[in-house]
């Protein structure tokens, strides 16, 4: 997980930065942003740090406390966009046509199985 900090409070800024050393990065190239206040047109995941009930994390925080909030957006995003992705019904016929590639992607994996069952077997006879 990159964190980026971005926080008015130079006091909560160094606070964070210590507690997030070696997963510290940029805005540009990070997972998500740890604010302390709102930002309405960034494009990047936020987790906003206050007192306010908007908050996802109220001050006083922990490093566990912390970690636990990040871990927790995260997973959130990560349903989102798993349940966005998966469509609400299945075309019978795409279904069938996905579970013949599934039975022979399985019957491949099977065939090679055996074969190396088969070598090993043979190599630990031949000693």
Do not use: W
């Not at 349903?79 to 299945?90: D, G, N, R, T």
Request: with cysteine; hydrophobic share 40%; charged share 30%.
């Amino acid at each position: 997980m990159k964190v980026a900090v971005a926080c008015e409070s130079p006091l909560l800024q160094r606070s964070l930065e210590l507690f997030l050393e070696g997963r510290l990065s940029s805005q540009r190239h990070c997972d998500i942003v740890v604010r302390d206040r709102e930002v309405y047109n960034d494009e990047h995941l936020c987790l906003l740090i206050g007192t306010s009930e908007n908050a996802d994390l109220q001050k006083p925080f922990s490093k566990a406390q912390l970690f636990h909030a990040l871990g927790q957006k995260l997973e959130i995003v990560k349903q989102e966009k798993i349940s966005s992705a998966s469509p609400l019904f299945v075309d019978e016929e795409e279904s069938d046509v996905s579970f013949d590639i599934l039975e022979r992607h399985i019957e491949k994996l099977t065939r090679e199985y055996q074969a190396n069952i088969l070598k090993a077997v043979r190599a630990f006879y031949e000693k």
